[in-house]
C-alpha cells in the first residue's frame, strides 16, 4: 500500500502546500485562516484515498501481482476505505468546528460571504454542499458496517455497493467546491483527474462490470458432504476457462442473489477436467450450501486469482496447514504427483481439531507418498497444537515457508519462526481470506 498510497498522499500535499502563505505552513495563521486551508487539504485526502480505494477495487491485473495476489489487494483495499473514512470525517469536523466553536462562545459567530457564482453557481454550491454531507454520512455508516463481522457476508456485499455511489457523490461535492481560481493548478487539475478516473470505476463497479472479463460459466457435476463435515463441490467449467496453478483460488457464484464468494481450488489443472472445492461451513451461507446446491446447477466461476505461488519442485519447503487452509496443498500434491514428486525435502504440517477432521481428504497419505512429500499430521485436541520449534528445526534449510489456515495461528508462527529461526518476512508465503 505504502507504494502507491503514500506517493499519493505525499503529492497531494506538496500541491496543496505549494498554494498555501508562510503562515499556513508555519501553523501561525487565524484559526479561521488556518482552518479553511486545512478543510481543502483533508478534503483532497479524503478524494485521494477514495480514489485509491475505488483503483483497487478494479482489481487491475498489474497491481494484483505487485501486491502478491488479490487477496493481499482485498486486504489493502479495507484499510485504504478505512483510511479514507477517517479523513473523511476529519474533513467534515473541520468544518462545522467554526459552527461548534462559536456555538461554545469560544469565537464570534460566522457570517459568510457567498461565492460570486450568479444564481445558478450558488444553487450548484447549496447542492454541492448538501450532497457531500449525504456523502460523509454514507462513507461513515459504511464503514462501521464493513467492521462488524456480525454482519452476513450477502448482507455486506450489497451494502458495500454505497462506496462507488459514495464516491460519485464526493467527487462531484470536491470538484464543485473547488475555488475556480485553483482549478486550473496542479493541485486542481489532479483533483479532477483522481474525481473523474474514479467516478469511470464507480460507473463499472455500480453496473457489475468489475471482474466480467474474467468470468466463465460452468456446471455442478458433484456435490457431497464428506464425514469430516466439508461440503466437496466439483464444478466443471466451460471450454474458455483459462486454467489455473496450483494455490489459486475463484470467486464462485453458485446462487445470484448471494453474489461470489472466495474459495480456493483444491485440484490441480488438466483441460477437461473439473475444479474441485473444499468447502467448510463456517458462515450461515457455508452451513446451508450442501443443501443447496444440485448437480446441474448452473455457476459461476470467476477468476483464477492469487500468488500463493510455490515456486520450483526442486526447493525445500516446509507446508503449514490449519483446518480447511488444506485446500491449496491438496492441489499442489496432486500435481508433484502426476509428474514425479518433489525434487527437493518438502514437510508438510497438517493440524486438525478433531479426528473427524483428520478424515478430510481421505487417501492424503498415500498422495504424499506419491507427492515426495513428508505429512506431519496432528489432530489437536488429541496430540495438542504444533509447536513452533517443531517446525522451525527444517525452517533454515527450506526456501520458505507456505501457510494457509486461521490467521492467528499465522501471526504467531510467524512472529516465532522470525524470532527464533530468522526466517525472513519475504520467506513466509501466506493466503488471506479475511477479506472484510
Known amino acids: 500500500m505504502k507504494r502507491i498510497a503514500l506517493p499519493l498522499t505525499l503529492l497531494i500535499i506538496v500541491l496543496w502546500a505549494a498554494l498555501q502563505p508562510a503562515e499556513i505552513l508555519s501553523f501561525s495563521a487565524p484559526f479561521l485562516t488556518m482552518r479553511k486551508a486545512l478543510t ?133 461535492h470536491s470538484v464543485i467546491m473547488l475555488p475556480d481560481e485553483l482549478l486550473v493548478t496542479p493541485f486542481g487539475m489532479v483533483m479532477v483527474v483522481i474525481a473523474l478516473a474514479g467516478s469511470a470505476i464507480a ?90 446446491v444440485n448437480v446441474g446447477d448452473a455457476i459461476t466461476v470467476e477468476g483464477p486469482y492469487g500468488r500463493f505461488d510455490f515456486g520450483d519442485v526442486s526447493e525445500e519447503q516446509v507446508w503449514v496447514a490449519g483446518g480447511i487452509g488444506v485446500a491449496p496443498f491438496l492441489a499442489r500434491l496432486e500435481w508433484l504427483a502426476a509428474t514425479g514428486g518433489a525434487q527437493g525435502k518438502v514437510h508438510f504440517f497438517y493440524s486438525v481439531k478433531r479426528a473427524a477432521e483428520a478424515t478430510f481428504p481421505v487417501g492424503l497419505e498415500d498422495l504424499c507418498w506419491r507427492a515426495g512429500v513428508e505429512l506431519h499430521l496432528r489432530v489437536d485436541d488429541i496430540d495438542g497444537q504444533f509447536e513452533s520449534g517443531e517446525i522451525g528445526k527444517f525452517v533454515c534449510k527450506a526456501r520458505g515457508v507456505w501457510f494457509c489456515g486461521p490467521a492467528a495461528w499465522a501471526r504467531m508462527l510467524q512472529t516465532a519462526l522470525r524470532r527464533d529461526h530468522g526466517l525472513l518476512p519475504g520467506r513466509f508465503h501466506r493466503e488471506i481470506f479475511e477479506f472484510r
Open 40 to 172: 481543502l487539504l483533508t478534503g483532497a485526502l479524503a478524494l485521494g484515498w477514495m480514489g485509491f480505494s475505488m483503483l483497487l477495487a478494479l482489481r487491475p491485473t498489474w497491481l494484483e501481482r505487485r501486491l502478491g495476489g488479490l487477496d493481499k489487494l482485498f486486504k489493502v483495499h479495507k484499510w485504504a476505505g478505512i483510511s479514507a473514512v477517517l479523513l473523511v470525517v476529519t474533513h467534515w469536523l473541520l468544518i462545522l468546528s467554526p459552527r461548534t466553536l462559536a456555538a461554545w462562545g469560544w469565537i464570534e459567530k460566522i457570517v459568510r460571504n457567498h461565492r460570486p457564482h450568479g444564481p445558478e453557481g450558488e444553487s450548484l454550491v447549496g447542492l454541492a454542499k448538501e450532497m457531500g454531507e449525504w456523502s460523509a454520512w454514507i462513507m461513515i455508516a459504511l464503514g462501521i458496517v464493513a467492521l462488524l463481522r456480525f454482519v452476513p457476508y450477502g448482507w455486506f456485499r450489497k451494502l458495500h455497493k454505497g462506496f462507488p455511489l459514495a464516491f460519485l457523490i464526493g467527487a462531484f
Open 203 to 292: 460507473i463499472q463497479s455500480l453496473v457489475g462490470m468489475i471482474g466480467r472479463s474474467r468470468r466463465h460459466s460452468g456446471r455442478v457435476s458433484s456435490v457431497s458432504v464428506t464425514e469430516a463435515g466439508i461440503v466437496d463441490l466439483q464444478v466443471t467449467p466451460s471450454a474458455d476457462w483459462p486454467g489455473h496453478t496450483e494455490g489459486q483460488f475463484v470467486l464462485l457464484t453458485l446462487d445470484r442473489k448471494e453474489g461470489p464468494h472466495p474459495f480456493t481450488i483444491a485440484s490441480e489443472w488438466k483441460p477437461g477436467a473439473f475444479l474441485r472445492f473444499a468447502i467448510k461451513p463456517l458462515g450461515d451461507y457455508t452451513r446451508e450450501l450442501a443443501g443447496r
